[in-house]
């Protein structure tokens, strides 16, 4: 079975659904998003419909709990954010879906067993893992792989016999601004592999043009024609 895992949507459709092309085109069998599909972009509503008709295990990221008042959301990261008026834009129906979500999920496929977390496996809400603070610690966990988003930053490691994979971002990467990313990992082999797509920038400038100035430069950073 192959397992398409992706993260930090962040509600931009044109870079989804571009991973989505890429996705259907390695015949993947399985879904699984690991959070933050709201917040930065508008479109978290048709990013949400579309994990739901792909049948995708959908985990809560923090952009989720700060939205639903889960987790403290200050005026300064709200003007950059913009969950609230995302909130307004979803249906009550969709809201309590999300209250109903988790940040993590463990499961045994093909006697793999795995662990999908939106930030790390010891704070899986909320914490950071880069590639330098990838410890000893990952390769005494008792999973065959463990899978990560939250930093923007796609990498891959086998620390011991664990493979520790951060899927990146495929609504807003951090490194290269057009160049989305995900995951994915073969049960049946246990190999896991990073793609990235090229993502269209000018699409999604022109579409997304209110966008935080932030948010546009982290579009901008390192771009590639």
């Not at 989505?20 to 917040?39: A, P, Q, R």
């Not at 985990?59 to 939205?67: K, P, Q, S």
Request: charged share 20%; aromatic share 10%.
């Amino acid at each position: 079975m192959k397992v398409a895992i992706i993260s930090d949507i962040h509600g931009n459709f044109v870079y989804f659904n571009a991973c989505l092309k890429e996705i259907e085109s390695l015949g993947c069998d399985m879904f699984v998003c690991l959070g933050d599909t709201v917040g930065y972009f508008p479109d978290a509503l048709l990013c949400l419909k579309k994990l739901h008709d792909l049948g995708s295990h959908h985990l809560m990221g923090n952009h989720e709990a700060m939205m639903l008042g889960l987790a403290p959301l200050s005026d300064e990261r709200e003007h950059v954010y913009s969950l609230q008026s995302t909130r307004k834009r979803l249906p009550e129906s969709e809201v309590h879906a999300l209250k109903m979500l988790l940040p993590f999920w463990e499961i045994t496929l093909d006697t793999r067993k795995l662990l999908f977390v939106h930030g790390s496996p010891w704070d899986p809400l909320q914490g950071y893992v880069y590639p330098e603070a990838v410890s000893e610690s990952f390769g005494r966990l008792p999973y065959d792989a463990v899978f990560m988003g939250h930093t923007h930053h796609p990498f891959l490691i086998t620390m011991n016999s664990v493979r520790v994979v951060n899927t990146g971002s495929c609504g807003l990467p951090r490194d290269i601004g057009n160049f989305p990313s995900f995951a994915v990992y073969n049960t049946q082999t246990g190999e896991a592999k990073i793609h990235r797509v090229l993502g269209n920038l000018e699409d999604t400038l022109s579409k997304y043009s209110d966008v935080h100035p932030t948010v546009r430069a982290c579009l901008l950073r390192e771009s590639k024609g």
